[in-house]
C-alpha cells in the first residue's frame, strides 16, 4: 500500500513540476514588457505556492484519516 501512495506523491509532484515549467515557458515566450512579465511570474508564482500548500494540506488530512482507519 505505501508503494502505492509514494508511486501517486511521485505522480502529482511531477505532474506540478510540469506544469509551473509549462507556465514559465509560455510566460517567457508571450511578447510583454518587462514590468509586465515580472509582475505576471509574481502572481503565477503566488498561485502556485498557495496550490501546493493546498494539496499538501489535501495529502495530510488523507494520511491522518488513513491511519484513523489502520488504528
Same mark, same amino acid.
Given at each position: 500500500?505505501?508503494? $502505492?501512495? *509514494?508511486?501517486?506523491? &511521485? !505522480?502529482?509532484?511531477?505532474?506540478?513540476? !510540469?506544469?509551473?515549467? !509549462? =507556465?514559465? %515557458? %509560455?510566460?517567457?515566450? &508571450?511578447?510583454?514588457?518587462?514590468?509586465?512579465?515580472? *509582475?505576471?511570474?509574481?502572481?503565477?508564482?503566488?498561485?502556485?505556492?498557495?496550490? #501546493?500548500? #493546498?494539496a499538501?494540506?489535501k495529502?495530510?488530512?488523507? $494520511? =491522518? $484519516? #488513513?491511519?484513523? !482507519?489502520? =488504528?
Amino acid at each position: 500500500m505505501s508503494d $502505492e501512495n *509514494s508511486s501517486l506523491g &511521485t !505522480g502529482i509532484l511531477l505532474f506540478l513540476l !510540469g506544469a509551473a515549467a !509549462g =507556465a514559465v %515557458v %509560455v510566460a517567457l515566450t &508571450t511578447p510583454k514588457t518587462g514590468p509586465d512579465l515580472r *509582475s505576471d511570474i509574481r502572481d503565477l508564482s503566488g498561485r502556485l505556492k498557495r496550490r #501546493a500548500r #493546498a494539496a499538501m494540506g489535501k495529502c495530510e488530512e488523507d $494520511e =491522518a $484519516e #488513513a491511519a484513523e !482507519g489502520e =488504528a
